[in-house]
């Protein structure tokens, strides 16, 4: 946008040039028309500028209004899906089963406590009575998944669905394993966010590289390349990652 503005900038200048050597210039019947058509000019470039400059101002107030709210759907995934590590040991790539999860699941509530017990074959050993060190885990409690992480609301049912942009667009879940760690990835394209809006900022936006961003042609959260549950969008987009 900054080398339109330029041009159009440069445009006027040469412009109000035009209407000086005109105004010395030219015989003075014709003046009247030239100058009149030449300001207008004038005014229409000016007007193309500040729209220009406008016009981004409101794609970045409506980009960011609309991944704070994509930003939340995706921390709801993300929980979800750490929760079902959890009592599971592995993520799933199924919204389904997730939700499903989510509705039935319990987390254990346990306690480590440290103990000891009878060693017969180091009494044997030894002629004396002797003990070895253990760990008890008890089991004291079980807490709904769907209570812990959602009290009265009922949003996880619907944390598949885009909440903003592209109508009836859903999030791309994966998971799987990377050196036999379980990893998982949800994302959706920046494209289906923003998808009615101009396509050059659009194209803008999906090549940004700033630290105060969103890098990338999509928001996602956890990768299928490295072991991270992060999500991919800078802290002024979220009180927490």
Known sequence: MLNVIIAVVAVIALTIGIVWVIDKFVPKKFKPVLNILLWLIIIFLGYKTYMSIYGEIQFNQLKDKRYALVIEKLKDIRDSELAYKDVNGKFT?????????????KFTITQRRDSSIYDAVQSKAFGIDMYKDIVVIDTLNFVSVKDSLFKNSDRYKTMMNVPVGEPGAKFTLKSGELDGI????????????????????????????????????????????????????PKNFSKDQ
């Open 93 to 105: 790539d199924s919204f389904d089963e997730l939700v499903k999860f989510v509705e039935n699941g």
């Open 182 to 233: 379980p990893v998982f990835e949800a994302s959706v394209e920046k494209s289906v966010i923003l998808f009615d809006q101009d396509k050059n900022l659009l194209d803008k936006e999906n090549q940004v590289i700033s630290v105060d961003g969103v890098n990338g042609s999509a928001l996602r959260v956890g990768s299928m390349n490295e072991v991270n549950t992060n999500g991919n969008w």
